[in-house]
């Protein structure tokens, strides 16, 4: 009989066993074609816990393995899990989350000449989409500026274009301090590389207008109007208001704000 047991048992070594009522063998496969479930009263504790301790490529502690199209896991808590990674959520990846895109039409073209006031530089990993915002700051206590007028546009200083100018008047002719402040948005198409974004602003030469706390901000958006990671080569300044999947904000960048 003992002889009997111990060749059946090497016979049964590392075959799938049919054991739905049966005990569970470890280092075998098992087999059921039931249910089976655990459950215990552990207090503080793990219900069950299982450990690899083997620290060669490829080593793991659990697989889930489910058909085509099915959840791996169902829960029933909305508690986080410390240390667990989720590539999707909600069924979405991280860089369709959002969405960005503006239209304008250029109704006229600046007479002023621009000066940088601020930069900030981006390194850009793939073609995609720039949203530049732009503030800055006026103030004049001139009684010449009766009244004094002064523009600010965003600038990409690779293609040398530049967003709708922003035009404000400062003044009244009489000498007391008079304060404004413009702001700008503008959302363009890039393409890889190392860019510069600047604020600049220009004026009727001469007027006595101080700007100040000039600032730029820019964040790169990796997809083109249709959705899609390659833009193609479309024109400057034309956009949809399509434009597909916020991405990560883009690394490396440097703001400087200049005098």
């Not at 304008?104 to 621009?114: A, D, L």
């Not at 990993?125 to 523009?151: A, D, I, K, M």
């Not at 964040?219 to 956009?239: A, R």
């Amino acid at each position: 009989m003992i002889v009997s047991f111990l060749a059946l048992l090497v016979s049964l070594g590392g075959v799938g066993l049919a054991a739905n009522g049966g005990p569970f063998l470890l280092g075998s496969g098992n087999t059921a074609t039931a249910p089976t479930s655990l459950s215990a009263a552990v207090a503080g504790g793990r219900t069950l816990r299982v450990v690899n301790t083997s620290t060669a490529a490829g080593s793991s502690a659990l697989a889930l393995t489910v058909g085509n199209g099915r959840p791996p896991m169902i829960v029933n808590s909305d508690a986080r899990v410390v240390n667990l990674n989720a590539d999707l959520l909600d069924n979405l990846h991280a860089d369709q989350l959002a969405r960005v895109g503006r239209g304008y039409t250029q109704n006229g073209i600046s007479t002023f000449t621009f000066t940088t006031k601020a930069e900030v530089t981006l390194d850009i990993p793939v073609r995609g989409f720039v949203l530049l915002n732009g503030q800055v700051s006026l103030q004049t206590s001139s009684n010449t500026c009766n009244p004094c007028y002064l523009q600010m546009q965003l600038r990409d200083e690779t293609s040398m274009d530049a967003s709708l100018a922003t035009l404000t008047s400062l003044g009244n002719g009489v000498a007391v301090a008079h304060n404004t402040v413009l702001a700008s948005s503008w959302v363009f198409p890039v393409a890889p590389g190392e860019r510069t974004f600047a604020l600049q602003t220009g004026g009727t030469p001469g007027d006595p207008v101080i700007t100040f706390n000039p600032a730029v901000t820019a964040l790169f958006i990796p997809f083109g109007p249709d959705g899609t990671k390659d833009l193609g080569s479309p024109p400057i300044n034309t956009l949809s208001t399509k434009t597909k999947a916020l991405g990560p904000v883009q690394r490396n960048g440097i703001r400087t704000i200049l005098p």
